[in-house]
């Protein structure tokens, strides 16, 4: 038997529209029944011939699964051969395999492919079998069928990982934009940027037709997008002719999506210096000042010259269209725009490898970390009053309202436990926190119920969180909002209670994190699904602002927060390894028990005999919850 026959007879082949793929930046393929394209049949009549032509090529298409079979083939068939003079077959024609983010290998069309040939092509089939994110990019510039994926007849296949925001970069352009002339379709600089920052995103780039049609700017404003990016202008022959297309293009996406960032780029540089693209950057840019001047807060300018300008022509193939080099300049000068229009971490977060504090200098680093989430006024004095349905108002700079509960068990003890919630408006939410409040008020403890900011009955999710750092502050940080509540609530129950713990979930955890860093009367604290060390979150565990802060994180790593919240106390960090949300086996790339147990060893190192950290990975939690079990092993070491 060949080995063609022999791979023939262990795969199962799947269509790539079988549930268990998803396929991404094809926004009409439902409506197109599933066919890889990126435009809408329904409108074939109205696109310019040449744009529904580039339209076939489904540039920016992507195929996403995770699985864990040991290999993957792929079975295609191309229209015609690669036939493009500054693009080899790799770029024309190639499907890149990207697993867990990093390239493995390439789908080409061979020199005789022709409708009805099929072409077969292994990615890999030597892996052990474990879980990973599997990404086929599918071709920049050739019509391609996928008809069938290959995995292992027993393989578990599962939905890929989360983006970080589940609408997608929009992006429309020109031959650049499409891709041309990346050496393979993982190497646009949206593909680029969008493994960079966990995104989605879709390509309306249209080798030479990118010109701003009526009918495209419509047919883009049909997308829900999380950002647009308005790249075209070079395929406009003259500067009349963008004149009459640019600002309708712009005033159009803008009237159906009015709250939505837009980005728009100025030509890039190109080894002739054409002087009408001199004469189209000032244009785009007296349209965006203008409607920016108007009151369009959600309008961004970037500068093409910024992104490759005229000391960075090695990074073009043939004067004016990109190689990968290029790419990478323009994906790594985009992004961080494009992170801060969506209050996403920057693509590079804080190393918080090493550990920058000791015994002897936690209490001086705890002082610098209340100097800098307050201000030299340190720590609020106010106590707020214990109404008599337990409730306590919590009144904050800038507006900002809080406010916690006080549950008091059959029998009064003098023992307390802090229990914030993450992203949920609910203790009653499935995610194990009414059970553990219920548990721990049998046990004889009173329970402070807390909620991060604005998230709490009555007040959810009226404020993401990236926005609480735009607000001006007369001193300090906005990391004062997910604290302070906490910190006058302690003001008031402090003389009550002799002895004080501290459980989380999720931005609950790591809330506790830093509470037990600023606050020494926690004496044990309980960080659920809350933290991870910054060098080893990756796209989708990340977190919202407060986690990644650069200029706090700086100041003091994750690893040097488990070290202050464990000095002379104890910590018991909990990671669910089946988690479905944050830090749990799925979320990491590598191998995630050698990783995590590292940094708990570091930190034990750290503290010697003055502290206890310990590091649990609970594998009874089947989702993103505190498990019962969980809950016990807390109450144990509560009795300690």
Known sequence: MGPALLLAATLSWLSPLD?????????WLAENKGELIRLPHRLEAEIPKPVWNLGLSPSGGRIRFRTNSTRVAIKIEYPSAPNMVNMHAFGQTGIDLYIDGVYRSTAVAPKDAAPGKTVEFTFFADLPKQPRDITLYLPLYKPAKVLEIGLDDDA??????RFANPRPVV????????????????????????????????NLGFSGNGKGEPVMANLTAEID??????????????????????????????????KTPIIAITPIAAANNNPKFQQFREHIREILNKHIKNGDKMLTLVEGYDLLGRDRLDGLVDGVHPNDLGFQWMADGLAPTVAKVLNLPPPALVNDAKITVTPSTVAARRQQIIDFIWGPAGLPKTKPTLGPDGVMKITMEAGQENSTRLLQPKQKTNKLILLQHGHSCSFEDGAGLDHATTEFLKAGYAVLQAHMPHMRPGDCSTMPHGELFNLKLANGNALKFFLEHLVQSLNTLKPKYKEIHMVGLSGGGWTTTLMAAIEPAIRVSVPVAGTIPLYLRTGDSVGDKEQYLDEFYTLAGYPDLYVMGALGRKQIQILNRKDNCCFGEAQQKGEYEPAMRAYEKRVQETLGKSGNFRLVIDDDAPKHMISPQAVQLMLKEFAQ
């Open 171 to 202: 992006y429309y352009g020109t031959s650049i934009t499409q891709g041309g002339c990346a050496s393979r379709s993982g190497l646009s600089y949206q593909a680029i940027l969008a493994r960079q920052l966990n995104l989605d995103f879709v």
């Open 156 to 161: 578990v296949t599962t939905r890929p990982r």
């Open 225 to 258: 997008a999380s950002v647009f990016v308005l790249d075209f202008s070079q395929n406009n022959p003259d500067l009349p002719s963008l004149q009459q297309a640019y600002e309708p293009f712009l005033t159009t996406v803008r009237a159906k999506h009015p």
């Open 19 to 27: 549930s268990k793929f998803t396929v991404n930046g094809l926004p």
